[in-house]
């Protein structure tokens, strides 16, 4: 019998309330899911529904109120370092250059900074950031700052990434292009990667699972399987299967009065 745990990761019936002005302000409501080890799973719902918080509980920034998070079926407390993550904001240091920016993790870890420079460099072509090691992030498009965010968070050396709407500010070309470079590291890296999104065309085109979360106070409100096969290509997009994806994703939306969802 394989007895291994299921879940990678696994949120367990997660409460949390901010005190806003002396009252409380319940933010997350019970929220449990799960991420299979190697997955790809979205959570999308309401603007200010809770999405972050879920995500600076996980990375160990926040306690829950209420509830548990497992790495690997173990309840685990003290989690900071304990995964990858990348902020809403791409919050890369202005006065430092690419490449200083990107070892930012191996760094603090105290890890060899020489090593930790020749092992980025090494990657920046598949970052698309061949030639801009030594570049100031000023000098960069939106789309290689994220890029470059994104390098940093996988050079944390992780096999759990939180991603928090790594696209949101980007042109729609710039932001495919990305899906589909993003979806390429993945399968090389096989990282479990847990993302947030506003958008359902792309929560579907990345995902082997998306989490719908209510207005705030965020509850689960509905859990899809994205059975599309891999690897994924645009022209799905334009398939009834997908087109149906999109329509679920929708559905469980749509009563979400604060909703500001992209259908594109
Ligand atoms: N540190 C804090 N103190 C008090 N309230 C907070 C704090 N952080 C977040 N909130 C509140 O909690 C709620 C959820 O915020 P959160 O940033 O998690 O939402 P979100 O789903 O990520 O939104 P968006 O989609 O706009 O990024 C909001 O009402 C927000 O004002
Ligand atoms: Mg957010």
Sequence with gaps: MNDAPTCKVEIRDV???????GQ????????????????????????????????????????????EILFDGVPVRQRLGAVGYMPQRDLLLPWRRVLDNVILGPEIHGEDIAVAK??????LPLFGLEG??????????????QRAALLR????????????????????????????????????FRYTILFITHDVEEAVFLSDKVYVLSARPAQVRREVRITLPRPRQ???????????????????????????????
């Design 15 to 21: 409460y949390k309330a901010y005190r806003v002005d």
């Design 24 to 67: 409380p302000t319940e933010v997350l409501a019970g929220v449990s899911l799960c991420a299979a080890a190697g997955t790809f799973v979205t959570i999308i719902g309401p603007s200010g529904c809770g999405k972050s918080t879920l995500f600076s509980i996980i990375c160990g920034l926040q306690q829950p109120d209420r509830g």
């Design 118 to 123: 020749r092992e980025a460099r090494d990657l």
């Design 132 to 145: 801009f090691g030594d570049s100031y992030p000023a000098a960069l498009s939106g789309g290689m700052r």
């Design 153 to 188: 968070t996988f050079l944390c050396r992780k096999d759990i990434l939180l991603l928090d709407e790594p696209f949101g500010a980007l042109d729609a070309i710039t932001r495919n292009g990305l899906q589909e470079w993003l979806l390429e590291v993945w399968q090389r």
């Design 234 to 264: 645009r022209a799905m997009t334009l398939t009834a299967e997908f087109a149906a994806f999109k329509q679920q994703l929708l559905e469980a939306l749509q009563d979400s009065p604060h909703s500001q969802v992209s259908t594109t």
